[in-house]
């Protein structure tokens, strides 16, 4: 009896997880290689991100609604803060994610960057974010209250042109730079035009392990 039930929980842990774990290490190895463009929203869930340090060229701040499926409310509507830099330098790279499974939540992360000669390094880099904690953060040449329509910083052209910001109108910031220390963000989407993760590993663990 007891055999008959372990194998029946473990057939359903491996429907669950494999597919997730299969996709993920893929798209991890060809964004280590810098093979393909980043893009990271977990089925409408949000996740954490942390670091020691974030260092940026070109940085954009400001407001918009990211649609994450039946997440939030009938349509699936999250106010978020995006930033965005033209490029960016990252020490002790933490992302993680809690996924529900038969037997109990796991938490998948990724780690890279650990090494401070060799840091993660982005491209046109966006973080769609409800929170963030920094214990330093440093703007050079910045220009607060400017209209989200009309900053260039990150694409050359305006906002990520993904993003929806109704007119153009509102609240939004950018700098020449950026440098953030002791990094913790909760985020629901991520995306970015390269993104090489240096030193990356992998892991699935038991439990409630998120980066912070």
Known sequence: MSQTYGKTRWRRFA?????????????????????LAASF?????????SASSLTGKGFTQYGTVDVQGNS???????????????SAIINDLCQSVIIPTPLGDYTLTINAGGDPSNPVT???????MTDLKATT????????????GTITNTTGDAVNPSDN???????????????LTGVQQT?????????????MHLNVASGDKPCF
């Open 137 to 148: 953060a440093t703007f050079n040449n910045i220009n607060i209250g400017v209209a989200a």
């Open 15 to 35: 429907v669950v997880m494999v597919p997730t774990l299969a996709v993920t290490a893929a798209v991890g190895v060809s964004v280590a290689q810098g093979a």
């Open 165 to 179: 910001i109704g007119d153009g109108s509102g609240f939004a910031q950018e700098a020449d730079s950026a440098t």
């Open 41 to 49: 929203s977990v089925s409408g869930t949000q996740f954490k991100v």
């Open 187 to 199: 985020a629901w989407a991520t995306s970015a035009g390269t993104f090489s993760l240096n030193g």
């Open 72 to 86: 939030k409310g009938p349509t699936g509507e999250v106010p978020v803060a995006v930033s965005g830099f033209n």
């Open 122 to 128: 982005a491209t046109k880099l966006f973080i769609d």
